[in-house]
């Protein structure tokens, strides 16, 4: 029997939909999208271009903005260091702010441009999560070349004010990049209404395929970014390389589902988060929740807990066989040393490694809920003892 999957925000099963959507483009429309002059080329061109438009349209974007990439990260990556090495060349912009929460591979990126002269710039937050504004008003200058905040922390699930940061950064014409990659399905993102110049998405957090993603790069005003990989001009010469039509045409119909769902998933999510929130409370009513409160600037589908006497690494990997969930980001195993997100909002190493998140999905079930918990509960026990 599988073990219960509470880890949706480490990724998601791709939808059975999804899944028949692809199929054929890998037997039947196998054609080079960027071969024009035979049918089967084009078949395969039309199939991006019209999943371009599908992904454009869920987040209120032209699809001509949509830049396909391998993933959330590599789309951090081309939004930070193309931003910096466009401007940094053209406008002398040199400083680059980020969040002391970003994803590991935000902060990496900006930190490997420190050799060409990059000065970073890291905003606190509150023990809740919460950017301090007031210190991104007083760093915000016309030096700054891009400003990265992610929309929504994939370990505790906070909510950043996004549009208030946006004002911000367009007193100085300052590029806001935000990584979305755990808003998508979870909140309402319209590039539009959050201001942003530049938004990561990434497909297998959205019951997608994994291996494909996009960046979203506004074209009025129009931002201009330098490419981190070379080769035949794909991608309105932003990102060379032959585009993967199946894994496409899987990201488009996952985003369309996402959309079209979004608030009868919401609804479902925080049944669900909430459901298994009372089952810990009322196991431990001392468990303290990292992050914001239940329902205020939280993903719908977030938990992270410390658990005072047990360490999560323990809890964790003891339960593997039973109940699949984790310490934090998917991305930083094998680090043993503290979640930095979690001393970024005030815990000590301690409390840091006594905290474990859990996440529902859409495929969760009461009956998994219900089941996990008491798990959960009867393995503290037993650490505790």
């Known amino acids: 029997m599988k073990p219960i999957y509470l880890d949706y925000q480490s990724t998601t099963p791709t939808d059975e939909n999804v899944l028949k959507k692809m199929i054929p483009y890998f037997s039947e429309v196998y054609g080079n999208p960027h071969s024009a002059n035979h049918q089967y080329g084009i078949d395969a061109y039309e199939a991006t271009e019209n999943s371009r438009k599908k992904i454009a349209k869920a987040i209120g ?26 401007r940094m060349e053209k406008h002398n912009r040199k400083k680059i702010i980020i969040a002391a929460t970003e994803h590991k591979c935000v902060i990496e990126a900006a930190n490997s441009l420190t050799s060409l002269g990059a000065i970073i710039s890291i905003i606190d937050v509150n023990n809740r999560g919460e950017i301090n504004l007031e210190q991104l008003n007083n760093e915000i200058s016309d030096e700054v070349a891009i400003v990265s905040i992610m929309l929504a922390n994939n370990e505790i699930g906070t909510i950043q004010p996004i549009k208030e940061i946006s004002n911000i950064c367009k007193k100085f014409n300052v590029w806001l990049h935000s990584d979305a990659a755990q808003a998508l399905g979870n909140l309402e993102v319209k590039v539009n209404d959050l201001g942003v110049d530049l938004l990561s998405i990434s497909s297998h957090k959205l019951y997608g395929p994994k291996g494909i993603g996009c960046l979203f790069v506004r074209r009025r005003p129009r931002i201009r970014l330098l490419p981190l990989i070379d080769g035949g001009g794909q991608e309105r010469l932003m990102r060379s ?145």
Do not use: W
């Open 241 to 385: 390389g032959t585009l993967p039509t199946p894994l496409i045409v899987g990201f488009s119909e996952a985003m369309y589902n996402a959309d079209q769902n979004l608030k009868r998933n919401i609804k479902k999510l925080k049944s669900l988060r909430d459901r298994l929130h009372n089952h810990f409370i009322e196991f431990d009513k001392k468990i303290i929740l990292n992050g914001t409160e239940l329902n205020k600037n939280r993903l719908p589908n977030n938990l992270n807990y410390i658990i005072d006497g047990v360490n999560a690494v323990e809890l964790t990997e003891s339960l593997c066989k039973y109940v699949a969930f984790s310490t934090g980001s998917a991305c930083s195993t094998g680090n043993i040393e503290p979640s930095y997100v979690l001393t970024s909002i005030g815990l000590n190493n301690e409390e840091a490694l006594s905290s474990f998140r859990i996440s529902v999905g859409l495929n969760s079930t009461n009956e998994d809920i219900d089941k996990a918990a008491k798990i959960i509960c009867n393995k503290i026990n037993f650490l505790r003892s």
């Open 61 to 86: 974007a032209q699809s001509e903005e949509i830049i396909f990439t391998s993933g959330a990260t590599e789309s951090n990556n081309l939004a930070i260091k193309g931003s910096f090495l466009y």
